[in-house]
C-alpha cells in the first residue's frame, strides 16, 4: 500500500539540531523527497534521495535512508529561526510521476 | 526563470457556485500536476498532464472536478458545483520532460467553500 507517515510537531531550541521523522510503505519507491514549506509560501523542494543511497549531505541539511526499516529522516544542523517551516517528507515510484506526501512536520525554533 | 504561478491566491465560494484555477508551470515543463492538500492532512495527487494529454488523472475525486490544459502550456482545474469537502489548498507543480524527481510547486490556492 501507499501510505507516508510523520509525526506533526518538533519544536528545538536556536542552534541546536532538528532530526525530523518519516516512514513509508511502499518498498517499490524509488525516490525519496524532503520538501518545506513557509508561512505563506508554496512547496520548496530541499533534497531528495535515490532509494539506493544511505545518506545525502547537502551544506546544513543530512537525509539519512534505512530502506530495510522503511525510514527516512532529515537532519538539520545549527537550526535557525528561518528553519521553522513545515517539512513535507514524499516518495515516488519508477514509472510513474506521481508524489506520495506524508501529513508534514511543523517545526518550531525557539530563539 | 519565473517559478510555477497559481491564480488566484485565495478563493472564497458558497457552496453551489463555480471555481476555476489557474495554474502557469515553468516555461518548457512539459509536465504539469495537481495535488490538494485537506484540512491539514497530506497532500494527495489529483492528476498528471504531459503537454495537453492527461496520463494519470487517478486522483481526481469524482467528477465535479475537469482539468484541462488547452495547447500544453497553463492549466486549469475547474470545481462545478463546489462542495464543503473541496475546501483546502490546491497545488500546481510542473517537471521537465522524462523527469519526475524534481517537481516544482507553486504557491497554492486556498480555496474555501461556505
Known amino acids: 500500500g501507499e501510505d507516508v507517515e510523520q509525526s506533526l510537531f518538533l519544536s528545538v531550541r536556536e542552534g541546536d539540531s532538528s532530526v525530523i521523522n518519516c516512514t513509508y510503505t511502499d518498498s517499490s519507491s524509488t525516490y525519496l523527497y524532503w520538501y518545506k514549506q513557509e508561512p505563506g509560501a508554496g512547496l520548496q523542494l530541499l533534497t531528495y534521495?535515490?532509494?539506493?543511497?544511505d545518506m545525502k549531505q547537502d551544506q546544513r541539511l543530512t537525509v539519512l535512508l534505512n530502506k530495510k526499516d522503511k525510514h527516512l529522516s532529515l537532519r538539520i544542523a545549527d537550526t535557525q529561526t528561518g528553519d521553522s517551516a513545515i517539512y513535507f517528507c514524499?516518495?515516488?515510484?519508477?514509472?510513474?510521476?506521481?508524489?506520495?506526501f506524508g501529513t508534514g512536520t511543523r517545526l518550531k525554533v525557539l530563539a | 526563470e519565473a517559478g510555477v504561478t497559481q491564480f488566484p491566491s485565495h478563493s472564497v465560494i458558497e457552496k453551489g457556485q463555480t471555481v476555476t484555477l489557474r495554474c502557469d508551470p515553468i516555461s518548457g515543463h512539459d509536465n504539469l500536476y495537481w495535488y490538494r492538500r485537506v484540512m491539514g492532512k497530506e497532500i494527495k495527487f489529483l492528476l498528471h498532464f504531459v503537454k495537453e494529454s492527461k496520463q494519470d488523472e487517478s486522483g481526481m475525486p469524482n467528477n465535479r472536478f475537469l482539468a484541462e490544459r488547452t495547447g500544453g502550456t497553463y492549466s486549469t482545474l475547474k470545481v462545478q458545483p463546489a462542495e464543503l469537502e473541496d475546501s483546502g489548498v490546491y497545488f500546481c507543480?510542473?517537471?521537465?520532460?522524462?523527469?519526475?524527481?524534481?517537481?516544482?510547486f507553486g504557491p497554492g490556492t486556498r480555496l474555501t467553500v461556505t
Open positions: 534521495i535515490f532509494s539506493n543511497m
Open positions: 514524499a516518495e515516488s515510484k519508477k514509472g510513474t510521476y506521481k508524489y506520495i
Open positions: 507543480a510542473s517537471s521537465q520532460a522524462g523527469q519526475n524527481y524534481e517537481q516544482y
